[in-house]
C-alpha cells in the first residue's frame, strides 16, 4: 500500500560525495516529517537528520555541516546530501516517512535501506 525505498548509496573513500534518496509511492497523499537514520551491525540505529512538514531541518552532531536534507513534496522524496565522507559514516541508511495515506490515519513507515561503505 505504502512503499519506502532508499537508494544512492555504495562504495565510497574517504572525501567522496553521495546523495541518497527515499522515495514514497502508493496510495499516499502526501509525505509530512521525513527522517534519516543510520544502523550498523550489532548497534542502535541512530537518528542522522530531520526535514518537519512545515521546514525545519535538524541534524545530529556528529554530522551538522557535512549532511544536508532537502525535500521534493511534489515527488514525495526526500534526499540527504553526504558531503566529505568519512569511515565512522559507514552503515545502511534508513528513511523513515511520514505518510499522510489516500485512506487512514496517518503514520509513519521505514524503508529497507541503502548500505553505504567508506573505506581507502
Known amino acids: 500500500q505504502v512503499h519506502v525505498v532508499e537508494s544512492g548509496g555504495g562504495l565510497a573513500r574517504p572525501g567522496d560525495s553521495l546523495r541518497l534518496s527515499c522515495v514514497v509511492s502508493g496510495s499516499i497523499v502526501r509525505i509530512e516529517d521525513m527522517d534519516w537514520f543510520r544502523q550498523t551491525p550489532g548497534n542502535e540505529r541512530d537518528w542522522v537528520a530531520r526535514?518537519?512538514?512545515?521546514?525545519?531541518?535538524g541534524y545530529a552532531d556528529s554530522v551538522r555541516g557535512r549532511f544536508s536534507i532537502s525535500r521534493d513534496n511534489a515527488k514525495n522524496t526526500v534526499y540527504l546530501q553526504i558531503n566529505n565522507l568519512q569511515p565512522e559514516d559507514t552503515g545502511v541508511y534508513f528513511c523513515?516517512?511520514?505518510?499522510?495515506?489516500?485512506?487512514?490515519?496517518?503514520?509513519?513507515?521505514w524503508g529497507r535501506g541503502t548500505p553505504v561503505t567508506v573505506s581507502s
Open positions: 526535514s518537519l512538514e512545515a521546514g525545519t531541518e
Open positions: 523513515h516517512a511520514g505518510v499522510r495515506p489516500v485512506f487512514g490515519q496517518p503514520g509513519f513507515y
